[in-house]
């Protein structure tokens, strides 16, 4: 199977809660076929890359838990969802985010069954020092240091039918991302050798349709997928990337180092991504309080992912679940106002 089919089946196959030794090969095949299928050539491959896929899943059983509860997301839930009010400004916000829901609204189309949705909604995070008035006691204090945090650019990216499946998709864009980043340090390896230009742009151009086809984890919290028309390109592009890389010559060495890359970023995931749960007690203007202090604040709990690549992504984000009924009909084009700037 090759990595189109991988893209097109991800979802369905990776259970990062089941470590058997059926999970643990596939897993391995993956991570072959998405960076170099020549490492099959490599004697003892599966074996010698079997220890750091126990290890990424094993890292990946102690985030996926750690993922926030879901959450009603729509325009009713806002008015009495404390959550939602610190990370939208009104009700208005939610419905436009959810109009522009694509994926959600064509998940629905195909099941007609389900009767809701849940999805990763990822925003920008951002924690400023101001100074405000506090309350300490019966004394309103002016000019106190403060933080404040603001919640913007929200995006929806990844649904699924039911919540299970949403946590094993995640775990696959875990999988994707750390497979991508062992892929770009070899890439910058290769740079560095002259009687390899040839095969380096073969793996830029492979990183780049990795980036770019499947979600992946940037897409997940942000990054805009490719349209219709550049994916069925980036499709052409990228099978003849693979007949070129099968094709490819090259010494033992260079695909042992190859392997050694994969085997070195896959065993310490956490030096490249990390999920942390975050809780904040926050006033109605969204400034961090303490529980104990008496002003009128809510507890707000969310997660922050901080990916380390290049450039890093830091972005906040939910777990929410969306009615059929809640989701907003799609924006319509308005091809008047359209016409006045042709």
Request: hydrophobic share 45%; proline share 6%; net charge negative.
């Amino acid at each position: 199977m090759g990595i189109l089919n991988w893209f097109r089946s991800r979802t369905a196959q990776f259970d990062a809660e089941r470590v058997s030794d059926e999970t643990v090969r596939w897993a391995v095949d993956k991570a072959i076929e998405l960076t170099n299928p020549r490492l099959k050539l490599l004697p003892d491959h599966h074996k010698r890359l079997a220890p750091a896929v126990e290890a990424m899943i094993a890292f990946l059983r102690t985030q996926i838990p750690a993922l926030p509860a879901a959450r009603p997301l729509s325009q009713s839930a806002w008015s009495v969802d404390p959550v939602l009010r610190a990370l939208f400004v009104s009700p208005a916000d939610v419905a436009r985010v959810l109009a522009r829901a694509d994926d959600v609204r064509a998940l629905f189309d195909r099941f007609a069954e389900v009767e809701a949705v849940y999805l990763v909604l990822g925003m920008a995070f951002a924690e400023q020092r101001v100074f405000g008035m506090a309350l300490h006691g019966d004394v309103v204090q002016r000019d106190v240091a403060q933080t404040s945090v603001s919640f913007s650019d929200h995006r929806t990216r990844i649904c699924e039918r039911d919540e299970g499946l949403l946590r094993r998709a995640i775990g696959v864009q875990l999988f994707e991302y750390l497979v991508g980043r062992a892929l770009a340090e070899i890439g910058e390896e290769r740079s560095e050798r002259l009687e390899l230009q040839g095969s380096r742009s073969l793996l830029r151009a492979r990183l780049r349709l990795l980036q770019q086809h499947g979600p992946g984890l940037g897409s997940m919290f942000g990054e805009e997928p490719a349209p219709p028309a550049e994916q069925a390109r980036l499709e052409s592009e990228l099978l003849a990337n693979e007949q070129q890389l099968q094709a490819l010559g090259g010494g033992e060495s260079i695909l042992e180092s190859e392997l050694g890359c994969l085997q070195r970023v896959l065993s310490q995931p956490q030096d490249c991504v990390a999920i942390e749960p975050k809780r904040l007690w926050l006033s109605p203007m969204n400034v961090v309080v303490g529980q104990s202090s008496g002003e009128a604040a809510v507890e707000v709990d969310f997660a922050v992912a901080t990916l380390r690549g290049t450039p890093p992504i830091r972005r906040a984000f939910i777990i929410a679940r969306v009615a059929r009924g809640d989701l907003p009909a799609a924006p319509q084009i308005n091809l008047a106002d359209a016409a006045r700037y042709l």
